[in-house]
């Protein structure tokens, strides 16, 4: 193929396919328009005029208005979806109309007389303020709100209709009615005030089979307080449809709290506590020989053995205690001591243990030196008179003398 050929064919070519892009371009915008009929009915059928209609969809919208036969036309994308909105002087509708694919076709949307409701609620004393209101249709919440200081509540327009009314108050009885509302209604909701009993059980769970805690405080915050009894027990009364705090403490425990609802029939409720964790170590001998140890003895909160406490001498640690919580420690330097047990950062009390140098030691105290014969001999010649001593002398002289004469 020559070079003219090519240019040629290029040519074509690239003409070609600006051809198919805008053939393209202009299928892509110019997607096909349908009218849709919209005829709007009340409950009971009856068309609707003067009805303003709000359509959307998806990169558009469009309004009309009903004419006498409730009907309107509008033109909206064909296979959109298109969401219908209707307002009107005296009708309502709480949710859009979804036309789920749009055609050539008449949809029928219905609505329904603007309605409201004043509740008026009150006790045997007069109006109940800031009582919770909540109306439902079909399960789904409508509107909520709180009755103002006069007891009062009013709804915003809602659509005429059958609803569920609930009154709540903490400290009532709550209050349930099915209620026709169609137009502006007014109702009277009477509350009753009411108690129930709380039943506390306070245990410990250390042991194998929880034990009763005596002498507990079980406090439901802002209604009552009691003590447990030997049973671990207690009954409290409160107002019904209360939330509270319930808080537990006695000395030597750790105190537990929790959120509590409180209904309208009576309550049981058991609440586990445990000691604070506590160490107590006792020694066998507070007085001990320098080189002998002094066994010490470990115990829990619930004076049991406590197993692998670290047990300190002077503030350095010599061992751990064994399985029956028992150690033996070494002095080895006389004077007073302290042993102490610790297990992570409880600490146990301290114990003093005074060790003495055993006798004979360099550290021992030197005995008094027994007197021997001789100084015993000297001392009592030394005690003898001086006058006496020459008598004794001379007697000794003439009894020599006389021996030899005999010879």
Excluded: C
């Excluded at 892509?28 to 959307?56: F, H, L, M």
């Excluded at 109940?128 to 915003?156: K, Q």
Aim: charged share 25%.
């Amino acid at each position: 193929m020559g070079r003219a050929h090519i240019v040629v064919a290029l040519t074509v070519a690239l003409a070609l396919a600006s051809v198919v892009g805008v053939a393209g371009t202009a299928v892509a915008q110019s997607g096909e328009t349908v009218t849709v009929t919209v005829a709007v009915r009340d409950s009971a059928g009856n068309p609707i005029s003067d009805a303003d209609i709000d359509a959307e969809w998806d990169g558009g919208s469009t309004t009309a208005t009903t004419a006498g036969n409730g009907k309107a036309f509008i033109d909206v994308p064909e296979g959109t979806e298109v969401s219908v909105e209707v307002e009107h002087p005296r009708y309502v509708r709480t949710s859009p109309y979804t036309i789920a694919d749009a055609s050539e076709r008449e949809v029928e949307v219905e609505v329904f007389r603007k309605s409201s409701v004043r509740l008026e609620v009150s006790d045997d004393d007069g109006p109940v303020g800031n009582a919770e209101v909540l109306i439902e249709r079909g399960g789904l919440e409508i509107t909520t709100g709180t009755t103002d200081s006069d007891g009062v509540y009013e709804s915003d327009i809602i659509q005429a209709g059958d609803y569920r009314v609930t009154i709540r108050k903490p400290g009532y009885y709550t209050e349930q009615k099915s209620l026709e509302i169609d137009g502006n209604v007014t109702n009277r909701v009477a509350l009753r005030a009411g108690s129930v009993s709380v039943d506390v059980t306070v245990i410990d769970p250390h042991f194998d089979s929880p034990r009763s805690v005596n002498d507990a405080q079980v406090n439901l915050t802002g209604f009552a307080t009691s003590r447990t009894g030997p049973d671990g027990r207690t009954v409290l009364g409160t107002p019904v449809n209360v939330r509270t705090t319930l808080q537990v403490d006695k000395e030597g425990y750790r105190g537990k709290s929790r959120d509590v609802r409180i209904g309208e029939s009576d309550t049981n409720v058991t609440v586990e506590i445990s000691r604070e964790p506590s160490l107590t170590i006792e020694a066998t001998n507070e007085r001990i020989v320098t080189g002998e140890r002094v066994p010490v003895v470990v115990a829990n909160a619930y004076g049991e053995p406590a197993p692998g406490v670290t047990i300190t001498l002077d503030g350095d640690t010599v061992g751990t205690t064994d399985t029956e919580g028992e150690f033996a420690a070494r002095i080895n330097e006389s004077g007073g001591h302290t042993l102490r047990a610790t297990d992570g950062g409880v600490r146990s009390n301290e114990v003093s243990v005074e060790a003495i140098a055993p006798p004979g030691s360099d550290t021992a105290t030197p005995a008094s030196p027994t007197p021997d014969a001789t100084a015993t001999a000297a001392t009592e010649t030394e005690a003898v008179t001086p006058g006496f001593t020459a008598v004794i002398a001379v007697f000794a002289l003439l009894s020599a003398a006389f021996l030899l004469r005999r010879r």
